[in-house]
């Protein structure tokens, strides 16, 4: 396999442990997730490996199975191509990628590309954190909360990618365990820049927002708010749920971009057409320094 002329590589691996029952969804899922990073900065999946671990001696290999062709049907829609990988013995299931992707070299997105006067879009909703956590504890119409969860998290941010390609956005990244707020305050430190995100056109899934109101959120979600909490200001008689919700720990979430104004119908209406989420929840300001990093109204 001859490695694409004019392109740089990108590489990235990801693996966890399953967050749905279903082997099959959690190799998609885990495989999505792994994918993401390469479409976060506009490139293209080339190779992937497999990264395994399995109790063999418990568990029947018809769930390993299950798991990697999950996976590798997820990176045959992804257009990559699975190139072996390895795998270990091992108490408990883990499942992941090591990937390879081409960018165009000096045409990329990253994390320090947020501009003044940028809106971000958001292309999945929040609250797969949630949804995992209810799933663990057996809690009434898991198999409903199971089939949401695999909907949105086993969903590749494929054209995301493509629109950030296309528009040569510079500003964009992948929502996964540090939560939007987390993950949006590395860009606003790496960008030198404030954020003020609207929480009500936040998109959240409903069944998440009802548990996290009885008080079913990850460990993660409430260790992200209280890591972030020196540089967020938020306004007052703001939806506590909500706002908790903005730091839930996403497994395989969408991607933020930062999109300038005059491209911002434009993206949009290519991600709509895509059938794809294209909230626009913010926007990008110059630095304030009486004001938090991330203002939440």
């Not at 003044?116 to 929040?126: E, R, S, V, Y």
């Not at 890591?227 to 200001?233: A, G, Q």
């Amino acid at each position: 396999m001859t490695f694409p002329a004019g392109k740089a590589l990108v590489q990235t691996v990801d693996f966890f442990t399953p967050i749905v029952n279903n082997p099959y969804w959690f190799g998609q899922i885990a495989a999505a997730n792994a994918l993401s990073d390469v479409y976060a900065m506009g490139g293209e999946p080339w190779s992937c490996m497999n990264l395994v671990c399995f109790p063999i001696k418990k568990m029947p290999q018809e769930v390993l199975r299950a798991i990697l062709e999950g996976g590798r049907d997820k990176i045959k829609e992804a257009g990559a191509v699975l190139a072996g990988g390895h795998s270990i013995e091992d108490d408990e299931i883990k499942y992941g990628l090591s990937v390879s992707g081409v960018v165009e070299p000096g045409r990329f997105a990253t994390n320090k590309g947020l501009r003044p006067g940028d809106h971000l879009l958001l292309t999945k909703p929040l609250g797969t954190g949630v949804l995992s956590t209810a799933l663990k504890a057996k809690w009434p119409g898991s198999q409903d909360l199971e089939q949401t969860l695999y909907h949105w998290a086993g969903r590749l941010n494929k054209v995301g990618g493509w629109v950030i390609r296309e528009l040569g956005l510079i500003g964009a990244t992948d929502i996964t365990g540090f939560g939007l707020g987390g993950h949006l305050l590395e860009m606003i430190r790496a960008s030198k820049v404030r954020v003020e995100l609207q929480l009500d056109r936040v998109p959240m899934l409903d069944a998440a927002v009802n548990l996290a109101g009885m008080g079913l959120l990850p460990a993660g979600s409430f260790a992200n708010k209280k890591f972030c909490s020196s540089l967020v200001e938020t306004a007052e008689g703001l939806d506590e749920v909500k706002v908790d919700l903005v730091f839930d720990a996403q497994t395989s979430g969408g991607l933020i971009l930062s999109v300038p104004e005059d491209k911002l119908s434009l993206a949009r209406l290519m991600l709509e057409d895509a059938g794809e989420l294209a909230a626009d929840i913010g926007q990008v300001w110059p630095i304030d320094e009486h004001r938090g990093r991330l203002i939440i109204k």
